[in-house]
């Protein structure tokens, strides 16, 4: 049984749901049991690696990402080259807030 499968196994009669394994992100986590249960239907677990990119300047937004572990990077390349670390996200936060405005194009 696939992983998303299992965990929507775990829903009770009463309608509330419960991932396979405990969250670790915090705004997942806060998620009512019936929202959070549509948010897995449509979620992937992915794992990331360090400097693996998850936009690139000028490309669609489309999805979000909300880390279990670990931390991401905005980064910014300046005119010369140089690279600045503009903000950081971990598991208390998400990637993709441009979408909150319907922003749907990476700008840096």
């Not at 509330?16 to 969250?23: Q, V």
């Not at 279990?68 to 993709?96: H, N």
């Amino acid at each position: 049984m696939s992983e998303r499968a299992q965990a929507r196994a775990t829903s009770v009669e009463s309608g509330s749901f419960a991932p396979a394994r405990p969250l670790q992100n915090d705004i997942l986590s806060r998620i009512p049991s019936a929202e959070l249960a549509a948010v897995i239907e449509q979620a992937q677990e992915i794992h990331c690696r360090g400097r693996d990119e998850m936009f690139e300047a000028g490309s669609v937004i489309d999805r979000v990402y909300f880390p279990q572990t670990g931390m991401a990077s905005l980064v910014i390349v300046l005119e010369d080259g140089t690279t600045v670390e503009a903000l950081t996200v971990g598991r208390e936060g998400f990637i993709g807030v441009p979408l909150l405005n319907a922003v749907t194009t990476a700008r840096y």
